[in-house]
């Protein structure tokens, strides 16, 4: 049923449009203006044009944080599309003490960043050893310093950072379960179907939409990532675990460049475009295919 | 009707809760002048309000014994209104970040911490500091201040805007009981002694150094370039004016890759705490840090535990430039007072704090930066006599990097050198890129 007075819903709407705007549009074209300058903080901004996007081409460890960012992405959103969506097919399977499950999956959530990376950073430490090298020496092998390693630290970080966020998709994932009719269900019983193919052929099918909804948020969040590679590693050793908006983060306000960090910014939100795009086309051919 | 009213006043309603929180409150210029409210004050009534941003630990020192004598200042003026807070970030990286955000939208406290780096020259440029050159002659105590703890916190423009707390030297602190159960009779005297001794105490099965933070691995790439060129490598090369591919640069570079194998493992994601409680714990048999760590390394009396011992930096030739004696030594980091906080009564504050503030760091284990009166100096412990003398004994103080180079280039550098110590770059590929990153902030 459509409104009778068209404005109604606009007004209505006012609040939350002038609160978007205010802390999403108005920082972005702000940030877009300092882009074009030179500027430490301290004193005028200087006016240089496209200098700060040429400079982007030509910087080795933007491109170096790009790859650490690309494999981030790939492997964080496999990692947490996996996990979320594992942990919500046990929960829809487990009767008793589900809800205690659903906590205990999810607390790595809502425990700070802070925390969960001091946690880890004392567990994989060798000297003073912590809980994984310990094992490791218990199992015989020699203990890895995986932080500084730089291979491993890369995958490490990711891993943490999927460790803390995949409670979160698998709430969402088991909402959507838990939304689809249980006649369908019976249905498919009734038809012989058992209980991978109920999953295969039912289930998994039905909550495509909110499939392609949580790789959005997972593309995106991890193109953004920032926090656990900052505390646990601060990009190190050398560039190693560097992701793009860390770089950002130490260009503007380490290295007092907010003109060259304000064009970082926006490279960051191009490639977050760029890359839902990729993602909301594989969505449309996918509901083409059907 | 009535609805389209009724909706219009919804509206209305929700647009004025959320405006009611964006009135701005009146700036707290803070110093004395104004109240809290913005008030003027009435003639008559004193007041002085520092905030003090420190990048120093809450539990150092110098904060306790400066908080010290705030209070006693408090008491001794009963008819000021008087507040002292402070606010320790002790981690350096996000310290220097909530600093940068606050001058840049012009909201720096009444104090605040900064090394005498090119960043914060630009601040003295924009008018953000006041002189401290200017305040000690003011105040007739320029005297009263150690010659370290004045000059480490200069300029390259010669200008002093820096107050100082502390007057440290830095030195290899060793375990004394893994030095004999290894064999190792004397304190290392050279670069090359120093090399067999880590290699000797790794051989035995214990860790030579102790590793962890910022600026402790730029100490030790600092080292050699030192002794072959006293300061003018350093000062030259961030200039840009010398290349870190000269032979000081390499050779530097290259002793810092000799030393990779006698860190503790993983030092390269351990905290500066992590540095100093695995060598206070007996984990490690070395540690180069500066006499600030003194607090945690000392027994109740002031001297160091019978446990460790400390050699200063090494000699690394017989041509070097500089004198076995000559070392690293430096006042810390140094406050600044916002300029247009200074008045009377900061002036009378800071006069006061100077003049007591020696006893009051020296309660604390800490060696302050204003020298100590005669009494208080024969009470002090061996440890702090000694230190006294070397600081005196210095004739050369070797510069920073992290200080001297330009601010920008201190996360690469440290990046750049975290690689070099982890073998995946060259000495000629490390000389190559820092030119490279030297030469792009120095446009």
Not at chain 1, 31 to 44: A, L, P
Not at chain 2, 3 to 10: A, R, S, T
Not at chain 2, 118 to 137: C, H, M, P, Q, R
Not at chain 2, 247 to 273: H, K
Request: hydrophobic residues 40%.
């Amino acid at each position: 049923m459509k409104p009778k007075y068209k404005l109604e819903p606009w007004l209505f709407s006012l609040p939350a449009i002038l609160v978007y705007i205010g802390i999403v549009i108005f920082p972005l074209i702000w940030s877009i203006s300092y882009s074009f300058t030179d500027w430490s903080g301290i004193g005028n901004k200087a006016f240089i044009g496209f200098d700060n996007y040429i400079r982007l081409f030509s910087d080795k460890t933007l491109w170096t944080a790009f790859r650490n960012n690309l494999f981030f992405m790939v492997v964080g959103t496999a990692f947490q599309l996996i996990a979320g969506l594992v942990m919500a097919i046990l929960l829809t399977n487990i009767t008793k003490g589900s809800n205690i499950l659903r906590v205990v999956y999810f607390i790595p959530c809502i425990i700070s960043s802070m925390a969960i990376c001091k946690i880890f950073e004392k567990m994989l430490s060798v000297q003073p050893l912590g809980v994984i090298p310990a094992i490791m020496k218990l199992m015989g092998m020699e203990p890895i310093a995986f932080l500084s390693d730089y291979n491993l630290s890369l995958i490490w970080v990711t891993l943490i950072d999927g460790y803390k966020f995949c409670g979160l998709y698998m709430v969402i994932f088991y909402s959507a379960f838990m939304n689809i009719s249980k006649d369908v269900v019976e249905a498919a019983y009734l038809d012989g179907c058992n209980w991978f193919q109920q999953y295969r052929y039912i289930k998994l099918p039905l909550i495509k939409n909110i499939f392609f909804v949580v790789l959005v948020i997972l593309v995106n969040g991890t193109l953004k990532g920032f926090d656990v590679s900052y505390i646990l590693t601060s990009g190190g050793p050398g560039n190693a675990t560097e992701l793009v908006a860390t770089y950002m983060y130490k260009t503007a306000f380490s290295m007092s460049n907010f003109g060259y960090g304000s064009a970082l910014a926006v490279f960051i939100l191009l490639e977050s475009l760029v890359a839902v795009g990729i993602v909301r086309l594989f969505e449309a051919r996918s509901h083409k295919n059907e | 009707m009535k609805k389209k009213v009724l909706g219009i006043l919804l509206v209305f309603t929700m647009l004025a809760g959320l405006l009611t929180g964006c009135g701005k409150e009146p700036a707290n210029t803070g110093g004395s002048g104004t109240s809290a409210s913005g008030e003027e004050k009435a003639s008559g009534d004193r007041t002085l309000h520092i905030n003090w941003l420190s990048a120093r630990n809450a539990d150092e020192a110098v904060i306790k014994a400066i908080k010290d004598v705030a209070a006693s200042y408090k008491e001794e003026n009963p008819d000021l209104d008087f507040s002292f807070e402070t606010e320790n970030i002790s981690d350096r990286s996000s310290y220097l970040q909530k600093l940068k955000i606050l001058a840049a939208s012009d909201e720096l406290p009444e104090w605040y911490d900064s090394d005498p780096d090119t960043w914060f020259a630009d601040l003295v440029k924009a008018g953000k500091a006041y002189s401290i050159e200017d305040l000690y002659n003011e105040l007739g105590v320029s005297d009263k201040i150690f010659t370290i703890s004045k000059e480490y916190a200069r300029l390259s423009s010669g200008e002093l805007n820096l107050m100082t707390f502390q007057c440290n030297t830095e030195y290899f602190f060793y375990n004394k009981k893994m030095f004999q159960d290894a064999g190792i009779t004397s304190a290392p005297g050279t670069y090359e002694e120093f090399l067999k001794d880590c290699q000797i105490l790794k051989d035995k099965g214990y860790t030579p150094l102790s590793m962890g933070g910022d600026w402790p691995i730029l100490r030790y790439f600092a080292m050699v370039p030192f002794r072959l060129t006293g300061n003018d490598y350093i000062m030259n090369s961030t200039a840009g004016k010398a290349s870190f591919t000269e032979a000081a640069g390499i050779e530097g570079a290259e002793f810092m890759q000799n030393l990779s194998p006698y860190f503790q493992t993983g030092w390269s994601s351990a905290d500066y705490d992590t540095m100093v409680d695995l060598f206070a714990s007996g984990q490690t048999a070395m540690l180069y840090n500066g006499t600030w760590v003194l607090a945690d390394l000392s027994d109740e009396n002031g001297n160091l535990k019978e446990d460790f011992g400390y050699f200063t930096m090494p000699v690394y030739s017989d041509d070097d430039a500089t004198a076995s004696t000559d070392y690293f030594a430096n006042s810390g980091i140094g406050t600044a007072v916002r300029s247009d906080s200074m008045d009377e009564e900061m002036k009378s504050f800071i006069h006061y704090l100077i003049d007591h503030y020696a006893k009051a760091s020296l309660s604390y284990n800490n060696l302050p930066s204003v020298m100590p009166d005669d009494e208080t100096m024969s009470k002090l412990s061996d440890s702090y006599q000694q230190i006294i003398k070397d600081v005196s004994g210095v004739k050369t103080y070797a510069k920073c990097w992290d200080v001297v180079i330009n601010s920008a280039s201190v996360e690469p550098l440290e990046k750049e050198t975290t690689s070099l110590v982890l073998g995946h770059t060259t000495p000629q590929e490390w000389a190559k890129n820092m030119d490279e990153i030297v030469a792009s902030e120095n446009k």
